[in-house]
């Protein structure tokens, strides 16, 4: 006689799994995870441009802490153990580090110019980001762009669920 309890044991586990992540699932705050990765990369790239703009120099590891900064704050948030959660730190984070770069470089371009940071910034036309951008580009930020996007995806989930 085959045993037939193992198979009912699995098939009860399995449902009881799936439950609980459907209880995970409600919890999910997709609107709010939003918010929290577009406002923490913003407040990283203002962190990111002051450090560079004091230092002189811009540091990688601030593109690092810029991921795990944005997907910390997706993760607290949104309570997300989807996928998007972590397209989203993903992109926050590139955004991020992207944006961190821009207002890096127009200070700069705005001490050189003797000019009032917030009176560039609100002369900003998209053929100054590139000029600048292609000048404080360097083929080492896409490593530390990787990271970051690679961290902003990772530290975005909740749980994972597999």
Known sequence: MVDQAAPQAAAADALSRERAIAEIR???NPSLAIAAGVGTA????????????VTKMELGIVAVAVGYVVGRAIREVGRGIDPVFGYLGAACALFGCTLGNL???LAFYADAQHLPFFQVLMAFDLSL???LFGILFQPLDLLFYGIAIYEGYRFSFRYRVR
């Not at 913003?42 to 703009?53: D, Q, S």
Request: hydrophobic share 65%.
């Open 26 to 28: 409600k919890q999910q």
């Open 42 to 53: 913003i407040a990283a790239a203002i962190v990111w441009a002051v450090i560079t703009f």
């Open 103 to 105: 207002l890096s470089g």
């Open 129 to 131: 980001w590139v000029r």
